[in-house]
Each structure stands twice: as C-alpha cells, then as structure tokens.
C-alpha cells in the first residue's frame, strides 16, 4: 500500500515546568463547531460542546495499575503537545477508496503516561499511552462519558449466556429505547450505543484500535452518566458450551489486561450528527485504526457467498439426497460459477461434531475433492471453523488448508471480548494473511478497527442478522432493527447479516420456520440491503433452487459489488428509514429502506450525480407488497440530471425498500 501523504501537518510542542504549567486545555474540531474542554490535573477530565451546546458534562479519565500507581492527574504532568492532520490514505477493502483524515490533536505529557486527543468534524476520541519501560498490568480503566442533560439511549443490553460468565454473550440484542435515566438497573451494553438529545443531535459511543485489550461496555453511573466496564482477565477457561466449540471463563484474575511496555490503550470515540444521516457514513472507526502493513494485498478478494445453513441445504428437483455431502457442495458451486458467484461457504456440519477438530472430516464429505472441484470453476471455498477448535491449531489450520486450497475461515461461537479472545482475533488476523487466507468473524463483537491493519478479516457478525428468522417468534421486530443498526451497529465497521431471503413475509404473516427461513418485509427490502449493509463477504443466504426460480433478483444480488469506491449517505433516520448511494466502477447504485410504515422519499439525486444522462435500472415495491410482500416490479427508465438540484421520487411499502443502478450513457 503507498500510504498518501498528509497534505498539511503541523506539530508544535509546548513545555512548562511543573510548577508554572496550565491545567486546562481547549481543543477545537477542524470545522470549529466540536469543542473540547480538557483538565489536566487535580483529575484528567474532559467536556464536550458542539455549536456551543454542552453535549457531555465533565467526565473523568484514568487508568489503575496493578501495582497501585494510576495514570491520572496526580502524576507529574510535563507539557502539551498540538497538532494537526489534514491528509488522505488508500484503504483497502472498504466503503471507498480513499479516506479524508482531517483532524486536530492534543497530547497531555505526563512523567509515566500520555493522553492522546483528537477532534475531528464527526467527533472526538481520546486513548492512554503507557511511556513505561516494562510490561505492566491494568487493574482497571475509568472511562466516564457523562450527559449535560437526560438524553435517550438506544441501548443493546448484553443478553447474558451463561449464570457463571457474566460477559459470555453472543453481541446480538435488540435495541431497548428510554431514557437514559431509566437504565436497567444492574444491566451491561455493548458497544456501539447511540443516544438521542432534546434537540435531536445524535451521540454514538464506541472504540477503534482493539487490538490487545478487552474490549469496553457501557455501565450506568446514575442519572445521565455512563461508565466503561471491561471483562476481567481469564484465569481458567474450560472447553464447553455449543458443541463443545467455545471457551467458557470459570474463573478470573482481580485485573482487565497485561500489556508490553509502551503499550497504546484503545481509542474511546464520542461521535456528534447534527443530522442521523451523518451516521450513515462515518469513518472514524477505520481512521483511528493503525494502518495495514505496507505489502501486496491484492490477494485479498471480497465478493458474494452461495450459503448453505440458512436455507437448510434445501435444494430439490436433483436426483441426490441433498444434505452435507460432497454431491450437494457440487451442486452449490456449479450454482455459483454459473452466477459469478465467487464463494460457497461449509458451514457447520462438515468436521465430525462435539471433537473441536478440523482435521476430523465426516466421511460424507471428501474435502480436497471439492476444493478441487471448486477451484477448477473459479469458486473459492470458506470453512466455518468453531473458535475452540480453530484457537487449538492456528498456524497449523491455517497452513493445513491454504496447502489444499480453501480461501478462508468464516470462525464462530466466540461470545467474548475479554483480553485474551480479542488476542485471538489478532491472533488469527496475521495467521491467515500470512497464508492469504480470508476471515469472516461470526459469533463476534462488534469491529473495532481490526479491518484496517489486516484486509483479509472482511466481516464481523455482532449483529442480530437474517439468521434470527429461522427462529424468531412474530413479536420480534426485525424490519424496525433493520433501519437502526446502519446508523448503530454499522456506524462501527462491516456486519454479516446475510441477507438474500426469496421467502418474504408481512407484518402479519410471517412465522419462523427453521428449514424453510422467510424474511420480514419486502422482496425489495432483501435486494437494497446488499446496497445499505457494509459486509465485503456478502451472503445470498437462500438455496440455489430458490434464486433459479428468480433470475432478475438472482443477477441483481451476485452482480452487485461489495467493495465500493465512493459512499454518500443521502437520508434516513434511526429507525424509520436509511438511503445511501455507493459507486463502483463508474455505476452507482442506491438501496433505501424504511419501516413499517409506507413511505415516500425525494432522493436528491445530485448529492451523488454529476450532469448527465442515466440509464436507471430500478427495483420497487409492486403494487401490492403490503399484501404479498414479495411483489416486486423491475423496470429501466432514462433520466437526465442537472448541475442544480435533481431529485427522484420513491415509495415503499410497509417494510418496504428500493434499489437502482444508475449508468450513465
């Protein structure tokens, strides 16, 4: 990668004796309009305004060591250090090409630490950094994010695993709203959170660069005050839980994390939107990540994934008990060399169950034969792998099956954030680039960065995907989750939802069927979503046979990019409705969604479009997807956009969406 150069950066360093050094220090974003008001001592804390409105009151920050020292406002503070960024770099495998870094930054020195703040127009960041010449060992870190005023929270509540393990979870809650007042007492969140204030403005919480550290909660504090919580150091973790496949903590040690000399803590990002549209396209997360090593990741190739968990194996009209076995893998990748499909995944089943060993194969399958097979029609094959298994072996799983030809892991059934299993993450990242292997965390926390330093890890899970459908009792409200997390849970990075349903169900008629999954809303909702949903491995989740018997939607899906070079976020509010534009190749395609409700939107079609004539191509909500939700009209009009404002009208039905392709002619 050749790393761009930042066009302006200025460094100026301010030192004070201890005796005449000033305790305050302001901090403004490049735009002027976020304001950070810092105090370096008796307490190091910080407060937040955007336009001159106070969004966080004084919040404290300190880290407690093991060893009874702290990194705090009691230690000696030495001098402060300014600078500013204005810049761009090459990202790899992402929602553009190029990433804008504009940023203001501000380090308090002190004898054995650094804080580290940045303001950037979408918001503002901080992290410790030890300057101590040894390991070391965090106790504890105080990571406070204190509201000026009552604000309402859209929490994700950590939906405990096990009675034992209070931080054994899956990171896949629904959104519970309320004040943030009216937290639930004793109650964790997992990150991101987003919050709403009297005025509209909205506030997400999360990190970046979690690398080598646990990654951090939410808990309340009172009123309208939150506080980071970290899952403590494993001390015995036994193989247990699903099938043997997970590591279940029995017991911990009384700190959070051992870190190497010089250590950099993670980033903990307080991001501002004016507007909820703004959090539609944020890269602060990818930003504040260190950046990848300066090799060839060309190797490196996203793209689409013919699915076979979700649909059951149910593929009919063969002459073969379809099921896990080597005639039924055939059978998907000839799908999907003849789709331009480039992957077909083995999930689970394909290792003999309850061994948590990937060298034992079930003797339906002969593997070498169908990686065989599938690399003689250009069609890559991906191994879910559980975590227990995968972490007894890494190098040896990895070169293993890079030597027969598979192109990577999708890995599962984590369910942790503590120190060590973000290390496993890490862990396996440089593995499999090593072995140009790429990684599809499933049963996973949120990103946090990771998809910048190693290209190869292409998705996280984390979120409450397609896969709830199988099972899900009618109450659950997929449709509402789906226009909130493109605002939350991807504000933080990729997710596998695995969309691709052509069973589509209203409000009223839909119910969970495990072998036979239908989605919630429309045809045309399942075909935006490859639009709106970040996920460079992107699923077409439903059985070859299915998408066969719908080839207009079948060539939308595997046709469509997953990787793009340019973003915009046109509309949408956090639950309601989201519109985003993405290009790729000189084409833009569009995905809207919205809620239960219909909907009519103008698209302002010159936010994305130069001047010019347009070939449209354009899948709507037919005329009666309120009632049979998987009616769909597919049509091409051409259009002429000017250099002034142009817009486009849509609308969608009750659980509605809408796609298009625009080319210009």
């Given amino acids: ?352 169950n309850l061994q948590a060993d990937l060298y034992q194969i079930i003797p339906e399958i002969d593997l070498p034969e169908i990686v065989r097979y599938a690399n003689s029609k250009g069609v890559g094959i991906i191994l879910w792998a559980g975590y227990y298994a995968m972490d007894r072996d890494v190098e040896g799983i990895c070169k293993h099956f890079s030597e027969m030809g598979v192109k990577g892991f999708k890995i599962d059934f984590m369910n942790r954030d503590d120190q060590l299993m973000v290390d496993f993450y890490t862990r396996v990242a440089e593995t499999a680039a090593r072995y140009h292997l790429l990684v599809d965390f499933h049963g996973a926390f949120k990103p946090s960065g990771l998809q910048r330093p190693y290209p190869n890890v292409i998705n996280h899970e984390g979120v409450a995907g397609l896969e709830q459908m199988k099972w899900a009792q009618a109450t659950v409200d997929q449709v509402t989750y789906d226009v909130q997390i493109p605002f939350i849970r991807m504000f933080a990075g990729p997710l596998d939802y695995t969309q691709g349903a052509m069973r589509n169900a209203t409000r009223r008629n839909y119910r969970p069927v495990n072998s036979e999954p239908m989605s919630q809303g429309t045809r045309c909702r399942q075909l935006a979503e490859y639009v709106i949903f970040e996920a460079p491995l992107t699923m077409l989740c439903d059985a070859p046979t299915s998408y066969l018997a719908e080839p207009v939607c079948l060539k939308w899906m595997a046709s469509i990019p997953t990787v793009w070079d340019q973003t915009v976020a046109l509309d949408g509010a956090i639950g309601d409705y989201a519109a985003i534009a993405r290009s790729k190749g000189g084409a833009w395609y569009v995905g809207a969604m919205t809620d239960w409700d219909a909907r009519d939107l103008e698209l302002d079609l010159s936010a994305f479009l130069p001047a010019g004539s347009y070939q449209v191509e354009i899948f709507r909500d037919g005329p009666n997807a309120d009632r049979t939700a998987r009616d769909f009209v597919h049509e091409f009009k051409t259009i002429s956009v000017s250099a002034a404002s142009h817009t486009m009208s849509i609308h969608m039905a009750p659980g509605g969406g809408w796609t298009a392709r625009f080319t210009k002619l």
């Fill in 1 to 352: 990668m050749k790393r761009f150069i930042a066009l302006a950066t200025v460094l100026l360093t301010v030192a004070f004796s201890a005796a005449a050094a000033p305790r305050s220090f302001q901090l403004s974003s490049p735009d002027g309009q976020l304001s950070l008001d810092v105090q370096a001592a008796p307490q190091i804390s910080y407060q937040l305004s955007f336009k001159g409105t106070p969004v966080m009151a004084p919040s404290t920050l300190s880290v407690q060591l093991a060893d009874g020292t702290a990194y705090d406002g009691a230690v000696r503070f030495e001098k402060a250090l300014r600078r500013s960024v204005d810049g761009s770099f090459a990202a790899h495998v992402y929602k553009r090409a190029e990433v804008k870094e504009k940023y203001n930054e501000l380090t308090l020195r002190y004898k054995t630490f650094d804080v580290v703040f940045r303001a950037y127009d979408a918001g503002i960041a901080w992290r410790f950094v030890s300057r101590s010449k040894k390991d070391f060992i965090v106790r504890d870190e105080q990571a406070e994010f204190r509201f000026a005023e009552d604000v309402e929270a859209t929490v994700p509540y950590v939906k405990q695993d096990s009675p034992r393990d209070p931080f054994l979870n899956s990171f896949e809650a629904y959104y519970d709203i309320h004040p943030l007042s009216a937290w639930k007492q004793g109650e964790k969140a997992f990150l991101p959170v987003s919050f709403k204030m009297a005025n509209g403005w909205r506030v997400n919480i999360t990190e970046s660069d979690l690398l080598d550290y646990p990654g951090m909660y939410l808990k309340h504090l009172g009123g309208a005050a939150l506080g980071g919580l970290f899952a403590p150091y494993p001390k015995l973790i036994e193989q247990d839980g699903y099938n043997k496949l997970q590591g279940i903590v029995r017991t911990t040690e009384d700190y959070i994390a051992k870190q190497p000399a010089g250590a950099s803590l993670p980033w903990r990002i307080v991001a501002v939107a004016q507007k909820d549209s703004q959090l539609l396209d944020s890269d602060l997360v990818y930003e504040l990540s260190r950046p990848a090593a300066d090799v060839d990741w060309s190797w490196v190739k996203p793209g689409k994934v013919a699915w076979d968990w979700w649909n059951d194996w149910n593929i009919h009209g063969v002459d073969f008990r379809a099921g896990i076995n080597t005639q039924t893998y055939k059978y998907y990748i000839d799908f999907a060399a003849a789709n331009g499909i480039e992957y077909v995944i083995l999930d689970e089943g394909w290792a003999v």
